[in-house]
Nanobody, 120 residues
Framework: QVQLVESGGGLVQPGGSLRLSCAAS????????MGWYRQAPGKQRELVAA???????DYADSVAGRFTISRDNAKNTVCLQMNSLKPEDTAVYYC??????????????WGQGTQVTVSS
């Protein structure tokens, strides 16, 4: 059974920074990607950033240049450094374990979610 443990959410002012972390454990041998999705109230869950075992990274257009995803394959951890945060970044952020295909990412496991609120 796969377990994902997230940390690092919270309240931050516009322009501030937060760092999210996620540690995976369990049977993850078939997984080749980790990343973060987010879901704001009334909106669909969307990909924020993801990284494959081979180091490929993908970002949503709305966060490119502000967010940076990093991964430690040996420790099965993934982090999301979020800078220059905007109110529209407010959402519940979910860690994801999944599979990368040429057509995109297919999530297989989810974390419990961590709230990020950007407000003055």
């Amino acid at each position: 059974q796969v377990q994902l443990v997230e940390s690092g959410g919270g309240l931050v002012q516009p322009g501030g920074s937060l760092r999210l972390s996620c540690a995976a454990s369990g049977s993850i041998f078939s997984i080749n990607a980790m990343g973060w999705y987010r879901q704001a109230p009334g909106k669909q869950r969307e990909l924020v950033a993801a990284v494959t075992n081979g180091g490929r990274t993908d970002y949503a257009d709305s966060v490119a240049g502000r967010f940076t995803i990093s991964r430690d394959n040996a420790k099965n951890t993934v982090c999301l450094q979020m800078n220059s945060l905007k109110p529209e970044d407010t959402a519940v952020y979910y860690c994801m374990l999944g599979i990368y295909f040429s057509s995109g990412y297919r999530p297989v496991n989810w974390g419990q979610g961590t709230q990020v609120t950007v407000s003055s």
